[in-house]
């Protein structure tokens, strides 16, 4: 890393929270005065917006973040929409080039800090790693399908209409073991994350109850 963001680096916080959440990266420079555009991983921002210290991680382009990388405490000056992105200014960062040169860095902001979501929204790293419920096959007395366990919730996407669940299926016998396909590969469903098929979000028990056909 260059001087030029040495200059007004911010120092290793070694208290950094537990559950930081990767919301966005920063995209360049802006404008001659330390100022950062930022690309949210969300089209609702408000969590960048609301947030008054940000952590930065460096991640290399097209690698992975890793466990326990060091991050990095920041104080926002102001943060506020530029369009589909957010500028924004933090103390230390006082002209392009040292702006520049955070180019690429992630930012992170604590779970625990994110505002309220409105009644019946969800953020979507919440709904990661929950279970998902959904329709067996028909019973033969009562003609009515039973509720069973189809997967874990693995990632969430969107696809401009509207959120999608991918899940990872498991074991209609055995909700611990994968379901694997011909070449041993756990199987995956993509399930709309809309009224339609969902019916309750237990976040306290980690359960997505649809009404996803498990034969879909």
């Known amino acids: 890393m260059s001087d030029d963001r040495d200059a007004g ?44 210290v940000w952590w930065l991680r460096k991640t290399p382009k097209g690698a992975q973040p890793v466990a326990g990388a060091q991050v990095l405490k920041v ?59 959904g329709l067996g096959e028909d019973d033969p ?6 509720k069973i366990v189809l997967g874990n919730v693995v990632d969430v996407t969107d696809n401009g209409a509207h959120s999608i669940l991918r899940v990872e299926r498991v074991s209609p016998d055995d909700a611990t073991q994968p379901l694997l396909d011909a070449k041993g590969k756990v199987q995956e469903i993509l399930v709309p994350f809309v009224d339609a098929f969902i019916r309750n979000v237990d976040l306290s028990g980690r359960v997505i109850d649809s009404d996803w056909p498990a034969d879909f």
């Open 141 to 146: 007395k009562t003609g009515e399908a039973p």
């Open 75 to 133: 104080s926002v000056l102001n943060a506020k929409r530029h369009g589909a992105t957010v500028s924004a200014t933090w103390a230390g960062v006082n002209d392009r080039d040292q702006a520049q040169a955070w180019r690429g860095w992630s930012v992170l902001v604590p779970r625990s800090q994110f505002p309220a979501p409105a009644e019946g929204e969800f953020y979507w790293v919440d709904l990661i790693g929950c279970q998902l419920l």
């Open 9 to 52: 680096a911010p120092t290793p916080d070694a208290t950094a929270p537990t559950d930081l959440i990767e919301v966005g990266h920063i995209v360049e420079a802006l404008g001659v005065r330390g100022g950062l555009k930022v690309q949210p991983y969300s089209s609702q921002p408000d969590t960048l917006l609301a947030a008054k």
